[in-house]
């Protein structure tokens, strides 16, 4: 049976949403894995033991829990960081 850290897409719908707000930050895969890596870090990770309970969990939490202030503090401070720090140069 799988264990799943369902807070991974709960950041990743956050991060998407916040992206749209924000098109001048690169959303290449190296800056999405920066921005995912560093908001997971930032958040406790929510474990879920199987991919029925992860989907059930993700739809039943990702409106509260996107929206939620820490999730989005997160978010915002990766996706900050991630802008003046890419790992590649900017053309
Ligand atoms: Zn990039």
Redesign the pocket.
């Known amino acids: 049976m799988a264990v799943v850290n369902s807070m991974e897409g709960i950041v990743e719908v956050a991060l998407k949403e916040l992206l749209k707000e924000d098109p001048e930050c ?7 894995n ?1 921005m995912m890596c560093l908001a997971l870090n930032a958040l406790p990770p929510k474990y879920v033991s199987s991919e029925r309970g992860a989907l059930f969990s993700k739809i039943n939490n990702a409106m509260a829990q996107q929206r939620s202030i820490d999730v989005r503090v997160a978010c915002i401070n990766a996706l900050e960081f ?1 802008k003046s720090h ?3 140069n ?1 053309s």
């Open positions: 690169c959303t290449c895969e190296n800056c999405m920066d991630v890419p790992h590649h900017i």
